[in-house]
DNA sequence: GTCTATACTGTGATAGAC
DNA sequence: GTCTATCACAGTATAGAC
């Protein structure tokens, strides 16, 4: 009798195949803008014809999804791997927490748009794709708490003010510095809102 | 010799066709959302067949072009009608001006989605149609400025405060009011920042 | 001048051969 | 799994009726 295989070849093709894909994908959106997206733009640079892409995706949705649920899970990951190495004193934390995500942001702006505004018209993500960025926003709640930040409200706060940075930079400002030069500003502001104890070590010499 | 007409009926009528074709459109946009607007949808809708629209719009971006600097025209408005009813005690004033555009916003997102983001791919406004979005800028720093707040990062950070509650309530909360609660919380903690003198009369009986 | 009729290109999506 | 063929419909543009 026949053993089982252990490693699903098949499986594993196609799952490469979709992340094949995917990369082709992004690579379109972060060209020509995540809502010029086609088909026959991914299926060409993966060398497919474009119905092909059928056989891996139920929809051009279905690749927005997955997109969406992927991106979230790489900057999960990004996190976890530059967390560990901030500083601990709570504003050079903010700040370092804020650029990061901000640099993040507006250094890839077809990731910022789909994962954080609604560029694409019908696109809602699933429950499945959304849950990776459920655990971020959850990772940011807990590194606030930490600071002594808990109330949901002043977690709410902290969003609109990294977030509206973003928005205005990528708006106002695409490709300049005009709003990344306020970033420490408003998490100053932020500090002193939430009643964060003044820096105690001097940077400066 | 006939005499020359005071009013030209013809460039009237011209003019009340384009309202019209306008009109449609934005409420083509507010139904179905900014970027699924097609000129089938605004031809259906005015009563005509598609490519007469071209007579009078050059193209879908021209429309969109025509509808950026209305809304920005017809925004500019609003603001001269309401600015003088506003109070005079500085955090009240900001209160109600970020209220009344966070509001004017989230009822509108459409109008917000073209006028202050980029959710149409290849349009640009023109020159012309720019102007208006202008007027209200300056429009904002004047108000600013009267309160004392003068330097161009501290507006700048206004905007992001402000742009970032209405970007927050559209993609996180669409249709709630999350964000709106944290309106006058927001608005304090600029105040605080720019250094505001504490409001002096009471408000609560 | 204004509108209708029509054709052209490109898009997402499906059916069926291999 | 990938392909060819095809559909429905988008935006664009031209020709011609009135």
Chains 1, 2 share one sequence.
């Not at 106002?172 to 500003?185: S, T, V």
Request: hydrophobic content about 45%; some cysteine.
């Amino acid at each position: 009798m026949l053993g089982t295989p252990t490693r699903d070849r098949i499986a594993e093709r196609r799952e490469a195949v979709r992340a094949e894909i995917l990369s082709a994908a992004w690579d379109v959106a972060r060209e020509h803008g995540v809502a010029q997206l086609t088909l026959r733009s991914v299926a060409d640079r993966v060398g497919m014809r474009p119905p092909s892409l059928y056989s891996h995706f139920d929809s051009k949705n279905a690749i927005y999804d997955a997109m969406f649920g992927q991106g979230w899970a790489t900057y999960l990951e990004e996190c976890h791997r530059y967390l560990p190495g901030l500083p601990a004193e709570p504003r050079a934390r903010l700040r370092a927490i804020a650029r990061h995500f901000f640099d993040y942001s507006v250094a890839d702006p077809a990731w910022y748009q789909l994962l954080n505004q609604r560029v694409v018209p019908g696109f809602e993500p699933t429950a499945e794709s959304y849950a990776p960025s459920v655990a971020v926003m959850e990772l940011f709640k807990g590194q606030l708490a930490a600071l002594g930040i808990a109330d949901d409200a002043a977690v709410d706060i902290w969003v609109v003010v990294v977030g509206g940075l973003v928005d205005a930079q990528l708006a106002n400002d695409p490709g300049g510095e005009r709003y990344a030069a306020l970033l420490d500003r408003a998490v100053e502001m932020y500090a002193d809102h939430v009643g964060l104890p003044p820096a105690t070590t001097r940077e400066d010499p």
